[in-house]
């Protein structure tokens, strides 16, 4: 089955600077890779997402970069704020069955 | 995207009982999932229901200890059996969305704490 690492799993970061998640699968038929955000007793919110046949996409503050050859996807988050504090978790997906990564928890320092 | 609903929100229970999780939502969907979040863990899949045939389980994951239902294209239930201070987990559903394609929007999921 697919298996997704996430590095790192914790990342302090200082407000206003950027913030970046990476993300490896190991499964070339998964097309699919999206990123959600959980803040604390809340459910998974989809941020931003990608298909396998575009390399980028971007949403505002919100970026991911994908490469399939390489089979690694990142997300960046530009000029961090508090609210941007949260476990944030990729994915990969192969025939709509989203793998999780392990989760990312950013703290924004003010 | 479409409004999920899950109950019950929490709950406490005693070992060797069960629990049926429910999912609401308020528009049709084909596809319905059900995952496990376990304290400070990540999500894994349990199985995929679909209307009208048997739900598909992950690796891992049994009909016997996760019996699921999914009786029309907007509800579906999941029962934890029998179970275990293991099973003290957020249980979630989520659904496809509107578009179509893997986008899948998660309920608020149910908080359960096994004794």
């Known amino acids: 089955g697919e298996n997704v690492e996430q590095h790192p799993s914790t990342l302090s970061v200082q407000e206003g600077d950027s913030a970046v998640i990476k993300c490896t699968y190991s499964?070339?038929?998964?097309?699919?890779f999206p990123w959600y955000k959980q803040e604390l007793g809340k459910r998974p919110q989809l941020i931003i997402d990608?298909?396998?046949?575009?390399g980028e996409k971007k949403d505002q503050r919100i970026a991911v970069t994908l490469n399939k050859t390489a089979k690694h996807f990142s997300l960046h988050i530009t000029e961090t704020q508090p609210e941007d504090s949260a476990v944030y978790f990729c994915?990969?997906?192969?025939?709509?069955?989203?793998?999780f990564g392990a989760g990312t928890t950013v703290t924004v320092r003010a | 995207s479409a409004v999920i609903s899950q109950k019950p929100s929490r709950d406490i229970c005693q070992r060797g009982t069960s629990l049926t999780i429910q999912c609401q939502v308020d528009?049709?969907?084909?596809?319905m999932f059900w995952y496990r979040q376990q304290p400070g863990q990540s999500l894994t899949l349990i199985a995929t229901?679909?209307?009208?045939?048997?739900?598909?389980?992950e690796s891992g994951f049994v009909i016997d200890k996760f019996p699921i239902s999914r009786p029309n294209l907007t509800f579906s239930t999941l029962t934890v059996s029998n179970m275990s201070p293991e099973d003290s987990s957020i249980y979630l559903c989520?659904?496809?969305?509107?578009?179509?394609?893997?986008?899948?929007?998660f309920g608020p999921g149910t908080r359960l704490l096994v004794l």
């Open positions: 528009s049709q969907v084909t596809m």
């Open positions: 499964d070339s038929a998964s097309n699919y």
């Open positions: 994915a990969a997906s192969n025939d709509y069955k989203l793998s």
């Open positions: 989520s659904v496809e969305g509107a578009s179509g394609g893997e986008t899948q929007y």
């Open positions: 990608i298909r396998s046949n575009v």
């Open positions: 229901a679909n209307q009208g045939s048997e739900a598909t389980y």
